[in-house]
C-alpha cells in the first residue's frame, strides 16, 4: 500500500492491523476491532460503564480524551480562532461552518427550485418544509 511512516513501531502495527488480518473479538457482544486499545475502551464504555465525571461541573463522559477535551473547552477557554477575521469558537466544527459560509463562499443549491442556503442545515429544513423530504436522503 502507500503509508510512509518515520517510525518502524508505526509500520509494525499498521501491517498488522490492515494487511495481516489480526482482529480482536469482544467476548461479550458483536464488536472487532484490529486494535486492542479500541477493544480496551469499548469494554470500558460499553459494558463496564466506566464514566469519568468532571471535577468542576457535573458533565460525565465516557472516555478520558473526551473529559480532557470537555475541561480544555468549558473550563480552560481553549477557542479554535478563525485565520481569516475575528471569529472563534469553542467548536471545530463551527469554526469549519463559519469559514465555508464567511470566507469561502461555499453554497448550497436546492435541486427543486432556486434555494440556496448557507448552511447544509439550512437546506434540509428547507427541502422538509418545501418539497416534503430530506435531500441527504436522495
Given at each position: 500500500?502507500d503509508?510512509?511512516?518515520?517510525?518502524a513501531s508505526?509500520?509494525r502495527?499498521?501491517?498488522r492491523n490492515?494487511?495481516?488480518?489480526?482482529?480482536?473479538?469482544?467476548?461479550?457482544c458483536?464488536?472487532a476491532?484490529?486494535?486492542?486499545?479500541?477493544?480496551?475502551?469499548?469494554?470500558?464504555k460499553?459494558?463496564e460503564g466506566?464514566?469519568?465525571?468532571c471535577?468542576?461541573?457535573?458533565?460525565?463522559a465516557t472516555?478520558v480524551?473526551i473529559l480532557k477535551?470537555?475541561?480544555k473547552?468549558e473550563?480552560?477557554?481553549?477557542?479554535?480562532?478563525c485565520?481569516?477575521?475575528?471569529?472563534?469558537?469553542k467548536?471545530?466544527?463551527?469554526?469549519?461552518?463559519h469559514?465555508?459560509?464567511?470566507h469561502?463562499?461555499?453554497r448550497?443549491?436546492?435541486?427543486?427550485?432556486?434555494?440556496?442556503a448557507?448552511?447544509?442545515?439550512n437546506?434540509?429544513?428547507?427541502?422538509e418544509?418545501?418539497h416534503g423530504?430530506?435531500p441527504?436522503?436522495q
Amino acid at each position: 500500500c502507500d503509508l510512509i511512516t518515520t517510525q518502524a513501531s508505526s509500520l509494525r502495527r499498521h501491517i498488522r492491523n490492515k494487511h495481516e488480518g489480526v482482529t480482536y473479538l469482544c467476548d461479550q457482544c458483536d464488536y472487532a476491532s484490529t486494535d486492542l486499545g479500541s477493544l480496551k475502551v469499548h469494554k470500558e464504555k460499553v459494558h463496564e460503564g466506566l464514566r469519568y465525571p468532571c471535577d468542576q461541573c457535573d458533565y460525565i463522559a465516557t472516555e478520558v480524551r473526551i473529559l480532557k477535551n470537555h475541561r480544555k473547552k468549558e473550563h480552560e477557554g481553549f477557542r479554535y480562532h478563525c485565520d481569516q477575521c475575528e471569529y472563534s469558537s469553542k467548536d471545530r466544527g463551527r469554526l469549519k461552518i463559519h469559514k465555508q459560509k464567511l470566507h469561502d463562499g461555499i453554497r448550497y443549491n436546492c435541486d427543486q427550485c432556486d434555494y440556496v442556503a448557507k448552511e447544509i442545515r439550512n437546506l434540509r429544513r428547507h427541502a422538509e418544509k418545501e418539497h416534503g423530504f430530506d435531500p441527504s436522503s436522495q
